[in-house]
Structure formats: C-alpha cells, structure tokens
C-alpha cells in the first residue's frame, strides 16, 4: 500500500521539503520554486496566486492604487443631512472623507451606517454632522502595501487618506483595495460595473488596470490600439513582451512606456502608464483633469 495514502499529511509535507531543497537565495528564485510546486501540483493555481500577491504587496505602494483625490467622493463639513443622504445614497459606498473650508483638509471620515438612526420621523432636528465624524487615518503616498494593511488590521480601520510630502491630500485607499492585490478583484451587491480603470496621478503618470477594455483606454488617451486580438490592456501588452511579464518589467509601446506593477503566473493585474515625451501628451490628447 502506498504511503501517502496511510499517512497523506506526511506525503504533502515531504514532497513540500523536497521543493524548496534548492534552497532560494532571493525572490525570484523563491518564485521559481513556487511555479515549480504548482506545475507538479503540490499548489493549485489559486493558491500560487494568492502567494505571489502577497510577495507583490511588499513591493507597492499606497499611491499605486489610490483613488486619485479628484475623483474621491466626499462630504463637506457644513451639508445639510438631506444633502449628504443623497450623496451616501447616490455612490453606494459605506465610508466618506469629510473635508473642511479647504478641499485639502479631511477633518475625519463619516460611515454610512451612522445616518441610520436620524432617518426616523423627527430626528433630522437632532443632526450635527461633527457629532459623527470619526478620526482619519494620514499615510504617505510611499506607503508599503503590507505595512498599511498591518495598520489596518492594528487600527480597526477600512480607509486611509494618502498624502503627499507637505501633507496635501492626493487619493484615499481602503483595506479592499490592498486585499484585491492579493486575491483579484472583489465584487459585491452594491458594484455597479462603473469601476475606476485608469487612475491618473499627474500628467506624467497613471495606474492602469490590466482588465481595462482597450476601447475605453482608447477613448480616454484618443490612441487607435486594436482591440480584434484582445479585448483589455493587459492582454495587448503581454503579446507585445511576448511573454507573462513579472513585477517590474518595463515595454514601450508607441507613444507610451508600460511598468508592470502587479502579476502573477496567469496573468497581468496593474500597469503604470508613462507618456514618452510632452509631444505624446498632447498628440494623444491625454486627460489634463
């Protein structure tokens, strides 16, 4: 009889051993290691995933996946309730930066749950929009991916506001936007297909998602890439490496330099996207808002 089958914990942890005998001496061995281990199937493929991302998350960075602050949904200090019900309503989301006089200013963060209670008959009277505001949490734009979930969890919170250098808000981040970097993409009830493709940081810099449709990439940066091979972005540049690119492989393609910023062994995540030159910026229209 065999032995895996009387004692299958020991066949797991020795064929395990046996993967990681060669003993890696950096990360892209160790990598090496893993896909090894998934094509003689001591992992599955989701499994691989999920280790790569987590190995990927060290590397990036808060501003990697920010929600850029034009396009951050926000409460100011002094809406009425019936405005602010409207916008909680209107977006879906269950957290909001409440700003000050100055858009730069977040002053703290309103959950959606804490209007429940004075949408009763009579007590909108009672509603002071400070009472409920809850501390924010600050993070530097440079901010590691697994220290700010380490925060997260430490701090019980969901949302950070990213800053710049001289404490200026850029973006926000949530707990759901790191964990999608090491699970894929999490879709709930409330997701209504209007997701946030390309995040643009200035003009000289963007995030794009690798799902990103190249009709809309074309339509937003006025290109005429095909899309009769490949539906997304990340499709079309990775046949233009010629290969699944790794974390930080860099490839020109016409006006435009791509960096992959996130991948695993099935497929491309995120991308940085970089104009070449002023030229291309303005030859390709791209958004200056």
């Not at 493929?45 to 602050?69: F, K, N, Q």
């Not at 759901?176 to 810099?205: A, F, M, W």
């Not at 690119?245 to 016409?254: L, Q, T, Y």
Request: hydrophobic letters at 40%; aromatic letters at 6%.
């Amino acid at each position: 009889m065999n032995d895996d089958n009387i004692n299958p914990t020991g066949g797991w942890l020795e064929r395990i051993s046996q993967a990681f005998l060669a003993e890696p001496q950096d990360r892209k061995e160790l990598m090496h290691v893993l896909r090894d281990a998934q094509k003689r199937e001591i992992l599955d493929a989701d499994a691989l995933a999920m280790i790569e991302g987590v190995l990927h998350v060290s590397e990036m960075r808060a501003s990697d996946i920010m929600i850029p602050r034009s396009q951050m949904t926000v409460i100011e200090s002094d809406s009425p309730f019936a405005k602010i019900l409207k916008t909680v309503a209107e977006s879906s989301y269950s957290r909001f930066p409440v700003i000050g006089d100055n858009r730069d200013e977040v002053i703290g963060i309103l959950l959606a749950k804490d209007l429940l209670s004075f949408c009763q008959e009579g007590r909108q009277n009672s509603f002071v929009l400070k009472d409920l505001v809850r501390p924010a949490i600050f993070v530097p734009e440079n901010k590691r991916l697994n220290i700010l979930l380490h925060d997260f969890k430490r701090n019980q919170q969901h949302l950070a506001i990213v800053v710049d250098e001289y404490g200026g808000v850029t973006g926000l981040v949530t707990i759901e936007d790191v964990l999608e970097q090491i699970v894929g993409d999490i879709t709930d009830e409330t997701d209504l297909g209007d997701e946030i493709y390309i995040r643009k940081h200035n003009d000289s810099e963007y995030s794009i998602k690798a799902v990103t449709p190249i009709e809309e990439f074309n339509a937003y940066f006025q290109t005429t890439f095909s899309d009769e091979q490949f539906d997304t972005i990340g499709g079309l540049v990775a046949k233009q490496f010629g290969h699944l690119p790794a974390c930080n492989e860099v490839i020109d393609i016409d006006a435009f330099r791509f960096t992959v910023v996130h991948s695993d062994n099935r497929r491309i995540h995120l991308l940085k996207l970089q104009p070449l030159d002023a030229s291309a910026i303005q030859s390709h229209g791209l958004h200056s808002s």
